[in-house]
């Protein structure tokens, strides 16, 4: 059976992936700091689709965690990598510690980095595979109040495409993907007091429509999926907007939710 590794697998966007890939037929290697709930997941998919799930507890902000997942995919090339580990903040800049926002850094830029490449030289060698990089709609701008988060996933979605222009290059079969969901129902805003009402109703997704659309996606071989109609145009409007006045709305929008 394939073989996906999937990162922050013990809640949210992450869970989703495992259930969806164990549904196809994937066993399963799920990555995420908390045992306990790793092993509720792994137990539960396991006994619904007949698939091999095997767990590893680990920080991947942390050397060791890295070093730990990075052993597990040398021994096994996944077929399917899904970086999907990270966390959100509120607070200005000067405003919030640096140790969490350093910490963010490490899991959102460098264990990405670290998990692609140790996973990408052998799905290249081998002619197969896939890799999906859980960014956000958040990477194609800029916001005050979420700057590290804003920041760290532009840098995941310009990595990712960095790498689909290589591989195109190549004319390998290995496909990458940025998954760029909005608002998204899950524990992510619960850990940061985000007030779900401060957003309209119908911009929050489920996780379950985002990761069937990135699915869908990776068998397109599409770059950036943008889960909803509503998002692409948002992206779109970004794109046009000249860079001031986009700043501009970013500023007012981020000051309505930062009263929240």
């Known amino acids: 059976m394939p073989l996906a590794l999937i990162t922050g697998a013990s809640s949210g966007i992450g869970r989703e992936f495992a259930r969806q890939l164990a549904s196809r037929g994937y066993d399963l290697l799920l990555v995420a700091r908390r045992r306990e709930r790793l092993e509720s997941v792994a137990m539960e998919l396991a006994a619904a689709h007949g698939v091999r799930t095997e767990i590893v507890a680990a920080d991947l902000a942390t050397e060791p965690g890295l070093l730990e997942v990075e052993a597990r995919i040398a021994n096994r090339i996944p077929d399917l990598l899904v970086n999907n580990a990270g966390f959100g903040s509120r607070g200005t800049f000067v405003g919030t510690a640096i140790g969490g926002q350093e910490e963010m850094h490490r899991l959102h830029v460098l264990a990405t980095l670290r998990l692609t490449y140790a996973a990408l030289t052998g799905m290249v060698s081998r002619g197969t595979g896939a890799i999906v990089n859980v960014s956000s709609v958040a990477g194609f701008m800029a916001a005050p109040g979420s700057v590290s988060y804003c920041a760290t996933k532009h840098w995941m979605n310009v990595f990712t495409e960095g790498i689909w222009m290589e591989l195109l290059e190549g004319r390998s079969a290995v496909k990458i993907q940025a998954l760029c969901p909005g608002f998204t ?25 985002v990761v069937s659309e990135s699915l869908r996606g990776l068998e397109k071989g599409t770059l950036f999926v943008i889960p909803d109609w509503r998002y692409k145009a948002i992206v779109l409007a970004i794109g046009l907007l000249p860079r001031r006045l986009a700043r501009f709305f970013s500023v007012r929008r981020q000051r309505r939710l930062m009263r929240t």
């Open 185 to 209: 129902v899950t524990e992510f805003h619960d850990r940061i007091a985000f007030d779900r009402g401060a957003v309209p109703a119908a911009l929050w997704l489920k996780a379950e429509f």
